[in-house]
């Protein structure tokens, strides 16, 4: 998708701060954390979003989730930390391009 902003971070076309990249996924800081730590993993092939998600993607979301708590260690949040799909306008997502939040630290989220 050349006018994803996501797909653009894969290929380097715009910068991005990568904690970790493999065949498959991409993960990097968002640039307006909402946690001392926050960083999203995207799938490296354009997704749109959980909802357009369906059998064939099944190992591509395993593997994100599978990552998300080893980066969350790796990232220092041991006491936990908390995982958002935002999906479709009603579900508040911006990027259309699928995206795990992972974010936590400091004095913690609280619960909902
Ligand atoms: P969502 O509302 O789930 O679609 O979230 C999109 C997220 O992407 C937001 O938390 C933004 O701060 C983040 N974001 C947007 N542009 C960038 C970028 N260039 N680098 C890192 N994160 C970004
Ligand atoms: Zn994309």
Known sequence: MSDCIFCKIVTGEIPGRKIYE????????????????????????????????GAGDRDILGRMMLLAPKLAHEQG??????????????GGQEVFHLHVHVFG??????GF
């Open 105 to 110: 630290g400091g004095a913690g989220l609280p």
């Open 22 to 53: 493999d065949d498959e996924v991409l993960a990097f800081h968002d640039i307006h954390p909402v946690a001392p730590v926050h960083f999203l993993l995207i799938p490296k092939r354009h997704i749109v979003s959980l909802a357009e998600c």
């Open 77 to 90: 949040l041991d006491a936990g930390f908390r995982t958002v799909i935002n999906t479709g306008h009603g």
